[in-house]
Every structure is written in structure tokens, then in C-alpha cells.
T-cell receptor
Framework: DAGITQSPRHKVTETGTPVTLRCHQT?????MYWYRQDPGHGLRLIHY???????DKGEVSDGYSVSRSKTEDFLLTLESATSSQTSVYFC????????????FGPGTRLLVL | GNSVTQMEGPVTLSEEAFLTINCTYT??????LFWYVQYPGEGLQLLLK???ADDKGSNKGFEATYRKETTSFHLEKGSVQVSDSAVYFC?????????????WGLGTSLAVNP
């Protein structure tokens, strides 16, 4: 158990509203990732972080921003939610550069109406 | 560039049948290879991995061998159970340079019927 929690676990929101998803870890792992999972697309990387205040874009970063002001929290923000952002969002951690395995949180199911 | 290709699902088997899920990859250098499993309603969890050519990863009766000559990492299990019903993802980590990201296949859904 890598001590990863995500909140909220389920959210329904309306188009145009801002949404923030939180990923919290208890083990001070260096790397954190946000993915979205959609049928037919598998897992797609949105953003990732390799340290406090160090983040980089993934393959589907448009419409999303992230922040990591402390090691244990990685926030994903949808500035103005759209129906195309309806998805299941997963956070993952990677303990260090030498440990390649990623460990996943339970996911957040987001519905944008 | 780096990529992972998995066989398309869904795969439907009867209990105790033999399972193979194909995974092939393209990569520069010497990647590490992974299989993850996602049970219904849950996040992904590592099933097994291999870090160099000819390594065999194994866990829970599943096996996969890193074949550099065929650039493959096929997942096998001799006798599946209903509880193995899940989505299986193949992934690679290219250790060249400063790569911090996993490259993912699209996933293969497995349904095992009693």
C-alpha cells in the first residue's frame, strides 16, 4: 500500500465550472502523476511532477493545470470543465528515479454535464 | 519513438482455460517492461515486471518473459479463474536518459466465465 488517496472519489459538475481534484500521499515519494482513463484510449498522461514546484506536461494537458506546493499533495485543476473531460482520473506515484514502478490511487470519477 | 501494442480485447475464456495476452514494444535502449492489472472499480496495480532480456516476471500464477529478439512481453497463465476477470495493461519504461514516464498499451479486457 503506497498510501495514496484521491478526493473526491466521485463528482458531478456543470460545463464551465472549475474543478480541483486532489491526490495525497503519505510516503514523501518524489514523482507524482495524473492520468485519465477513457474507453478505447487506455491511460493517458495529463501532467506529472518530479518534485515540489516541478511539473511537466503529458500528452493530454490542454485544459488542465497542476500544482504541487508540498511533497504530499498534487492538485489537478480543470479551469473550466467541458463534457470531453468526463472521465476517470487516476493519480500515481513513483518512489524515486531508481524505482520504476508506479503505484496508483483508487481513482476519481468525474461527470461534466 | 517508444510504443506498446497489446492485443485487442475483449478476451472471453472459460474457467481453467489457458490465457495469453500479447504485448509487443518498440523502444530505444533497454527498457523495463511491466504488466499491470485493473480489477473492476479499482486503480491499477502492478502484476509483474522484468528489467532485462530473458528475465521472467511472475506473480499470482501469471508469467511473462522479456524477449528482446521478438520485442515481446506476452502475459500467460495456465489456468484462469473467474477472479482474474480484469483489464490488463502492458507498459514500458525506457531507461535511456532522464525518462520519468511509463509508456502504456491500451489495455486488454479479460472476462472469465464459470
Amino acid at each position: 500500500d503506497a498510501g495514496i488517496t484521491q478526493s473526491p472519489r466521485h463528482k458531478v459538475t456543470e460545463t464551465g465550472t472549475p474543478v480541483t481534484l486532489r491526490c495525497h500521499q503519505t510516503e514523501n515519494h518524489r514523482y507524482m502523476y495524473w492520468y485519465r482513463q477513457d474507453p478505447g484510449h487506455g491511460l493517458r498522461l495529463i501532467h506529472y511532477s518530479y518534485g515540489v514546484k516541478d511539473t511537466d506536461k503529458g500528452e493530454v494537458s490542454d485544459g488542465y493545470s497542476v500544482s504541487r506546493s508540498k511533497t504530499e499533495d498534487f492538485l489537478l485543476t480543470l479551469e473550466s470543465a467541458t463534457s470531453s473531460q468526463t472521465s476517470v482520473y487516476f493519480c500515481a506515484i513513483r518512489p524515486s528515479r531508481d524505482q520504476e514502478t508506479q503505484y496508483f490511487g483508487p481513482g476519481t470519477r468525474l461527470l461534466v454535464l | 519513438g517508444n510504443s506498446v501494442t497489446q492485443m485487442e480485447g475483449p478476451v472471453t475464456l472459460s474457467e481453467e482455460a489457458f490465457l495469453t495476452i500479447n504485448c509487443t514494444y518498440t523502444a530505444t535502449g533497454y527498457p523495463s517492461l511491466f504488466w499491470y492489472v485493473q480489477y473492476p472499480g479499482e486503480g491499477l496495480q502492478l502484476l509483474l515486471k522484468a528489467t532485462k532480456a530473458d528475465d521472467k516476471g511472475s506473480n499470482k500464477g501469471f508469467e511473462a518473459t522479456y524477449r528482446k529478439e521478438t520485442t515481446s512481453f506476452h502475459l500467460e497463465k495456465g489456468s484462469v479463474q473467474v477472479s482474474d476477470s480484469a483489464v490488463y495493461f502492458c507498459a514500458l519504461n525506457n531507461n535511456a536518459g532522464n525518462n520519468r514516464k511509463l509508456i502504456w498499451g491500451l489495455g486488454t479486457s479479460l472476462a472469465v466465465n464459470p
